[in-house]
């Protein structure tokens, strides 16, 4: 029997194909315009499915975009592993900033990815990293080295909050029931140094709205004489972190964990270079909240910032107008113990309380989840590592991740199982911006791993 390197080696080509076909649908959930493309994935999901060796795929249908759910039952003794990914991806834009279409992928080298990397929206996020874990079951159905149950559960909003999955999975606890949950949709540090997200961020979204004259007015007539909803948003979201910046809506941090010095030492470990961190991003210098350093910043501290601003005049040239209302969406990343549902009170609380005489106010709560953490001594954790020691050569490293994937904590309340966060983008694969895109090396390499973390669960399980 062949094993899972010469597997991979043998068909490769033909694995890139395949993502590359399911790359081409442009599965956009944000947006209205897209959603037969989203539905099209879906049964295109399902297809892959099966032709890899499921038994009983189905569509399940939501009160939004479909959940493909798909199974392969070898003996209800054995354990079970549910692999979630999701086949939606964000808005492509600005596409003028693409060097090649999104939904055209093409191969490219790049200085770290020397092998190439297939640049498309949805490369790395999340449908390269789902589509390893078909192949690798593809695999294992093929040399017959399958050594315990699978389950895939791949969902179609992820990138809009998972607000209809949420429901699913309290209404399906027994179908989903499962030993350990393994998604990849993280990264890790390196293609030469793994690594596993024990930690994933919460995440409250808002949009707000100041409202100040009934219709947009003359700036000279009126500029002066009544409140300006834009420059009134900015002082207030300005007004939103203090000088050290803290955050200072009353209550934010009440819940918040604070690290030992000995963890933060043991976080230190993990490589970095902020030399190179800036210079991939041509920044002069680093910024963020005092007595913590860069990699605290963005995985064991609550954040926020603002998304997108709009309001009054931005076309060309000059027009002289005070508009009539003022716009931001705005995030904020929270960390385990703060409750996403409170933050969002505790904000609109705030940030009405800001508005001066002269303006209204509405904030409206977009979607949220828990943060996550997960321990570095369950059988899965093991397994994973043992995994990537032996296809990479090093032993990975546990990282506190600042992304968030919302129903993972969900999936712990719900299903009581652990998730194994086996990740293999980099963070300069680009995801959510322009040109987006994931390393053929790592796309390969995925799919060589996972089946050994499915023969080390077993193993360890026994
Ligand atoms: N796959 C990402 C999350 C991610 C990426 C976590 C890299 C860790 C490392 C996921 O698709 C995502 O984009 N999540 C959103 C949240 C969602 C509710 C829109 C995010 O983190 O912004
Ligand atoms: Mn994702
Ligand atoms: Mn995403």
């Not at 390197?5 to 194909?17: A, C, G, L, M």
């Not at 209800?76 to 279409?101: A, K, M, N, R």
Request: aromatic share 10%; net charge negative.
């Amino acid at each position: 029997m062949e094993n899972i390197k010469s597997y991979v080696q043998q068909h490769k080509d033909r694995f890139i194909n395949e993502l590359i076909e399911l790359l081409k649908i442009p599965s956009v959930s944000a947006d209205t315009a897209y959603s037969q493309d989203v539905i099209d994935t879906a049964d295109a999901v399902k297809a892959s499915l099966e032709k890899a060796g499921c038994d009983h795929v189905e569509i399940c249908e939501t009160a939004g975009y479909p959940i493909v759910y798909g199974e392969k039952i070898i003996d209800p003794s054995l354990p079970t592993v549910l692999v979630y990914g999701h086949y939606d991806v964000q808005p492509p834009d600005p596409i003028e900033l693409w060097t090649s279409p999104p939904f055209e992928p093409v191969i490219k080298k790049t200085e770290i990815h020397p092998e190439g990397a297939i640049f498309a929206r949805g490369a790395c996020d999340d449908k390269g990293q789902m589509y390893m874990h078909v192949k690798a079951f593809e695999y294992m159905i093929q040399s017959n080295t399958l050594p315990c149950n699978v389950k895939f559960m791949i969902e179609g909003e992820e990138e809009v909050g998972s607000v209809n999955l949420k429901t699913f999975v309290e209404n399906n606890v027994e179908k989903l029931k499962n030993d350990v949950i393994l998604i990849s949709d993280t990264g890790m540090i390196s293609n030469q140094q793994p690594s596993i997200t024990t930690g994933l961020r919460g995440l409250s979204y808002v949009e707000v709205e100041v409202t100040g004259p009934n219709r947009d007015l003359h700036s000279g007539l009126y500029g002066g004489a009544v409140a300006n909803p834009i420059n009134i948003l900015a002082k207030m979201i300005a007004s939103l972190h203090d000088e050290n910046n803290h955050i200072t809506i009353p209550g934010f941090y009440d819940n918040v964990e604070e690290l030992s010095l000995e963890e933060r030492a043991e976080m230190a470990k993990a490589p970095f270079n902020l030399e190179n961190y800036k210079k991939a991003l041509d920044l002069n210098d680093i910024y963020g909240e005092k007595g913590y350093v860069t990699n605290e910043r963005n995985s064991i501290r609550p954040t926020l910032d603002v998304n997108g601003i709009w309001g009054g005049y931005t076309g060309e040239g000059a027009k002289t107008v005070i508009a009539s209302k003022a716009f931001a969406k705005i995030s904020m990343r929270l960390v385990p113990n703060q409750e996403w549902e409170q933050i969002t009170e505790l904000f609109t609380k705030h940030f009405t309380s800001l508005a001066p005489a002269g303006v209204t106010v509405k904030v409206k709560p977009h979607h949220g989840g828990q943060g996550y953490v997960t321990p570095i001594d369950s059988i899965g954790y093991k397994a994973a590592n043992m995994a990537y020691t032996e296809t990479f050569g090093v032993p990975a490293i546990p990282v506190r991740s600042g992304g968030s994937i919302p129903i993972v904590a969900l999936f712990e309340k719900e299903l009581k199982s652990k998730t194994i966060l086996m990740g293999f983008g980099l963070d300069s694969d680009a995801i959510h911006s322009p040109n987006e895109h994931f390393g053929i090396f790592n796309y390969l390499k995925g799919i060589e791993t996972i089946p050994l973390f499915y023969k080390y669960f077993v193993e360890l399980s026994k």
